[in-house]
């Protein structure tokens, strides 16, 4: 009896000794595979930027509104949506680039069908959550920024407007085609511009875990200051969105205003950086876009405790992410272009733009 007992000790001893290595196993994967999930790459070790921790759980949305593309519904008695033109891989646009290096596409007019586009996502009963800022005086955009986006913006589409402002009762009255609707949200003002642009990340991040979970597949972050003046629609969809600045595309990239100070997490060298992105426009899916606003918004604050301000704030921050994370969709400078710029002859059509303003008239300060 008593060997017996002896005998058992040691094979206790093993057997929980490889319990607990395995336990150990099983979390270190566990941890390492969920950081990687949504496809964040690692921090380069030139970075400094912290990465998101905080992840958007699982159920926000299936992966397949990306990947998975299907051909229209067949049985229709209605076929004119199967009949779209021929595509081909010897013609079209020759004039400018359509693809970007890490293959992600670059949509320019010509460059996609939208009757075939829209077809697709019809079926999908997609929701598209947009944002706007109107802080101050710049509720004066407002009213021309929702009138032209519902002439132009995903026209057919479910689409919830979700305007942040300090003067609720100045939000003008538009008429919403069904389907699409306007949430009005408060926030304080401020007396700085500088931190009214800058605070939108945490506002998006904090909408985007508070609201959209279950309810928006997508979610597009505009300017007010802006108008629509053409189509804007499924074909900027994507996985994480973002538009070439319409100042700097033609320019070598040492001349991109991107923040230069090292000290700074929005830091980009020369040398480095693919494109000028614009901070008044960029979208993709709820998940993406929750990890770039936290993560602008974690770098934007961490610049702060240190006495620093990115060059172009939240701009800045957004460009240092889309150089790391690069962008699966990529709009052209037809997505945003400026009011007082005369269009480019490789811009066939502006879709969207921002007006022209008198920065001293609306601004709360210099
Ligand atoms: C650029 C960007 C802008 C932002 C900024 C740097 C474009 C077209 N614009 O524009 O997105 O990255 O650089 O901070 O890429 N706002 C208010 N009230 C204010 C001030 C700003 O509501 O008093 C909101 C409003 O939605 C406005 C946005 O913040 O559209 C950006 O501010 P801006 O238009 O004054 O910035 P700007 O022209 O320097």
Redesign the pocket.
């Known amino acids: 009896m008593q060997m017996y007992a002896m005998n058992i000790k040691p094979v206790t001893v093993i057997l929980l000794v490889l319990l607990l290595v395995g336990f150990y196993y099983y979390y270190y994967y566990y941890y390492y595979l969920s950081q990687y999930r949504f496809n964040v790459p690692p921090c380069p070790t030139s970075c400094s930027t912290s990465e998101p921790k905080d992840r958007v759980p699982d159920d926000v949305i299936p992966t397949d509104y990306v990947f998975h593309l299907k051909t229209p519904d067949q049985s229709l008695a209605d076929t004119a949506h199967l009949q779209y033109s021929q595509p081909s891989i010897v013609k079209g646009r020759t004039d400018v680039v359509a693809v970007t290096p890490w293959l992600a596409p670059i949509v320019w007019e010509g460059t996609f069908n939208p009757v075939l586009l829209d077809s697709i996502y019809k079926q999908k009963k997609i929701n598209i959550a947009v944002t706007?800022?109107?802080?101050?005086?710049?509720?004066m955009?407002l009213k021309n920024f929702l009138e032209t986006a519902e002439k132009h913006f995903f026209v057919g589409f479910n689409v919830h407007v979700y305007v942040?402002?300090d003067r609720p009762k100045e939000v003008p009255k538009v008429n919403m085609a069904p389907g699409r609707q306007l949430t009005v949200c408060s926030v304080p003002s401020?007396n700085r511009?500088?931190e009214?642009?800058?605070r939108?990340m945490e506002l998006i991040q904090k909408l985007i875990e508070e609201q959209l979970r279950k309810h928006s597949n997508y979610i597009f972050c505009?300017?007010?200051?802006?108008q629509f003046h053409s189509r804007w629609g499924t074909e900027s969809l994507g996985g994480l969105v973002a538009?070439i600045?319409p100042g700097y595309y033609l320019d070598d990239r040492g001349k991109f205003p991107y923040e230069r100070r090292p000290e700074s997490r929005a830091y980009v060298a020369h040398g480095e950086g693919d494109f000028y992105y614009?901070?008044?426009?960029f979208g993709g899916l709820l998940q993406e876009v929750f990890l770039l606003a936290n993560t602008c918004r974690s770098n934007f604050e961490e610049d702060a405790k240190n006495a620093i301000e990115a060059a172009?704030?939240?701009?800045?921050h957004?460009n240092r992410y889309m150089w790391i994370n690069k962008p699966s969709k990529v709009l052209s400078p037809e997505y945003?272009w400026?009011d007082f710029k005369p269009r480019n002859p490789e811009v066939k059509t502006i879709r969207f733009s921002?007006v022209i303003?008198n920065?001293a008239d609306?601004?709360?300060n210099v």
């Open positions: 706007v800022f109107a802080v101050g005086k710049y509720i955009f942040f402002t401020s511009w500088q009214i642009s800058a939108r505009l300017d007010v200051d802006s538009v600045h614009c901070g008044g426009a172009w704030q939240e701009e800045s957004l945003l400026q921002g303003k920065y609306i601004r709360p």
